[in-house]
C-alpha cells in the first residue's frame, strides 16, 4: 500500500499494513509503534474486518497473513512538514526476527485568510440625474496561514443568480444554506479576483466597486459577500481552503 499520504491539519489518516508468517511454524508477533508524534496515532489489529486496538499481538500460522491499522489524527496546530509512524512487528520466538514499516504523513501548511475592511457599512446618497451611483470598499486580505500563499475571491451570489455552483465541497450543504449572499451580485466589481503570493502575516488591498442602479434609490439596505479561500501551494482544487466571509 501507498507509504505516504498528505494530509492537512485536522485530518484523520488511516494506513493498513499487511503482516505475514514467513517462518516455518506457528509464532506469535507482538506490534509496537514508534514516532515522534505518537500521542497523534492509535494502531491495533483488523478482526473479522473491524478495527480494534485492544489486540497489539497476534499468532499467527505459517504463511497466515493479518492486517494491521494505523490511525493518524493530525491536530489542527500541526506543523507543517512529514512525520515518519513505524510499525514494528518482533516474533516471541525470536525477538532478532522482526519487520518493520515505515509509514509517512506529510502536513501541509496551516492555511487561512481573514478580509478587513475599517467600514463594514456606507451611507450612499444617490446622484439622482445618473443612473448609477457608485461606492467603493477597500479590503484587506490577510494571509493568517503559516506559509506564503495566494487567495482567491469571489462575491457570493443567491441560488436564483446561480450560486449553487459556488459551494466548496469542503463545506456541507446545510452550512453553505445558512451562509450570507449578497443581493445583487452583478452590480458588483472586484479590483482583483487573485491576489499575489502574499507572505506569512501580510497583506493585500483590493477595491471593491458597487453601482448602486437608479432603481435601487429608494431607501434601503443592500449587503454584499465577498468570499476568499487559498488555491493552495501548487494551484489545485484539492487544496482550496475557504475562509469566513465579510
Known sequence: GVSTKDAEPNDDIEFVVQLKNKGNTVDTFDITLSSQKASW??????TNSVNTNEKTAI??????????WLLVEV???APDGIEEFKLKATSRGDEGIFFEKPLYVDVAPNRAVELITNQDTKELIPEVD?????????IQIIN???D??????????KEEDGGSSQRP???TKDDWNDTARSDYPSDVLLSKTNTGNIPADGQETITVTINVKDYNYDPGSF????????????????????????
Open 41 to 46: 496515532a492509535t494502531f491495533g489489529i483488523v
Open 59 to 68: 499468532d499467527l500460522a505459517v504463511n497466515d497473513v493479518v492486517e494491521i
Open 75 to 77: 491536530p489542527d496546530d
Open 130 to 138: 445618473q443612473t448609477v451611483t457608485e461606492i467603493e470598499y477597500d
Open 144 to 146: 493568517k496561514g503559516e
Open 148 to 157: 506564503q500563499d495566494s487567495f482567491k475571491l469571489i462575491i457570493l451570489k
Open 169 to 171: 465541497k469542503t463545506m
Open 223 to 246: 449587503k454584499t459577500v465577498i468570499w476568499a479561500y487559498s488555491e493552495g501551494s501548487d494551484q489545485t482544487e484539492d487544496d482550496d481552503k475557504y475562509s469566513n466571509v465579510i
